[in-house]
């Protein structure tokens, strides 16, 4: 497990630049309402394995620049993040315990909760969005958990070990 050890920034920072280049990749209208959130998984994962160096504010910076990407109101998407960051270091220890599959059923409420979020800020501003659209690629995004953390933890070992 690489939350007891040091991981480069480098790769930190590169795994989340692969995740912000898969959210704006052009897609099929059919595939986007299932494509899966990367960077909310991404996030939660750093936040997970490396508390200490990537906490509620990276999270929240993180958001930031998601609002940037997608153009929506500054910081909505950075409080959703910030929020599911800090459930995820209350959910640390019982976290740390279960294999990457068990995680998933900690982790579902907690980006339903991050969707929620989103969704009650676009309420509020008037943003009407399907109901598909909305809380779809959080449940696939959670459901590639298990695969996402389990290959991001392997590049971390490697990059521990060198």
């Known amino acids: 497990m690489i939350a007891n050890k040091r991981v480069s920034g480098l790769l930190i920072f590169t795994s989340l630049a692969l995740a912000f280049m898969l959210i704006v990749m052009p897609l099929p209208r059919w595939l986007a309402n299932f494509w899966p959130q990367w960077y909310v998984i991404t996030v939660l994962f750093w936040v997970l394995m490396q508390p200490l160096r990537f906490g509620i504010c990276m999270a929240w910076c993180c958001g930031l620049i998601i609002d940037v990407l997608y153009g929506t109101p500054l910081s909505q998407h950075g409080l959703a993040l910030a929020t599911a960051a800090y459930l995820v270091i209350k959910l640390r220890e019982p976290?740390?315990?279960?294999?990457?599959?068990?995680?998933?059923?900690?982790l579902l409420p907690v980006v339903l909760i991050y969707e929620f979020i989103l969704f009650w800020i676009d309420g509020i501003i008037g943003y009407d969005m399907s109901p598909l659209r909305r809380w779809l690629p959080g449940v696939t995004g959670v459901l590639l958990w298990p695969a996402w953390a389990w290959g991001l933890e392997r590049i971390a070992e490697i990059d521990v070990r060198s």
Request: no cysteine; charged share 0%.
């Open 95 to 106: 976290l740390w315990v279960f294999p990457h599959w068990q995680q998933t059923l900690l």
